[in-house]
């Protein structure tokens, strides 16, 4: 099996991650619709700077998060565990990233916020569909 088309097919046939924040005081978590780039093994995501998961962010862009649907029977249990950067995109980067965060989300055209892309540098994710407790793991070698 190849891992990582196995786990790029996971993220693209979800929409919904945690992201976990923090700085030397202070952590939060907060959810956020994202749009997958499997080219880049990045993730879009748009929120408010003002949100304070946002003013974390801003602070350390290292970060964390899970993407988990939430099915009742374990064995049907599949989810990911990522670490990455976030960065807020500007002039170019935020428009070619909006245009195909609107592709999945066409309301979000009438939200005002800034588009952030978050570059993953590592994924573990657990997938019991193919054996219990099996995980598959991604590490980004640049």
Known sequence: MDNIKHICNFIKCNHLLT??????????????YYVFNSNEMSLFIMTSE?????QLMILNNNIVGTIAPQPKNIIDIKGIQFQGHIEKLINKDSEKAKN??????????????????IKLTMIKMTDNSLSFGKKLIWHNNV
């Open 100 to 117: 195909l965060y609107y592709t999945i989300f066409p309301s979000a055209k009438f939200i005002s916020a800034p588009i952030w892309k």
């Open 19 to 32: 992201l976990c924040v923090n700085n030397s005081s202070d952590l939060w978590c907060a959810n956020c």
């Open 50 to 54: 003002n949100s304070k998961h946002s």
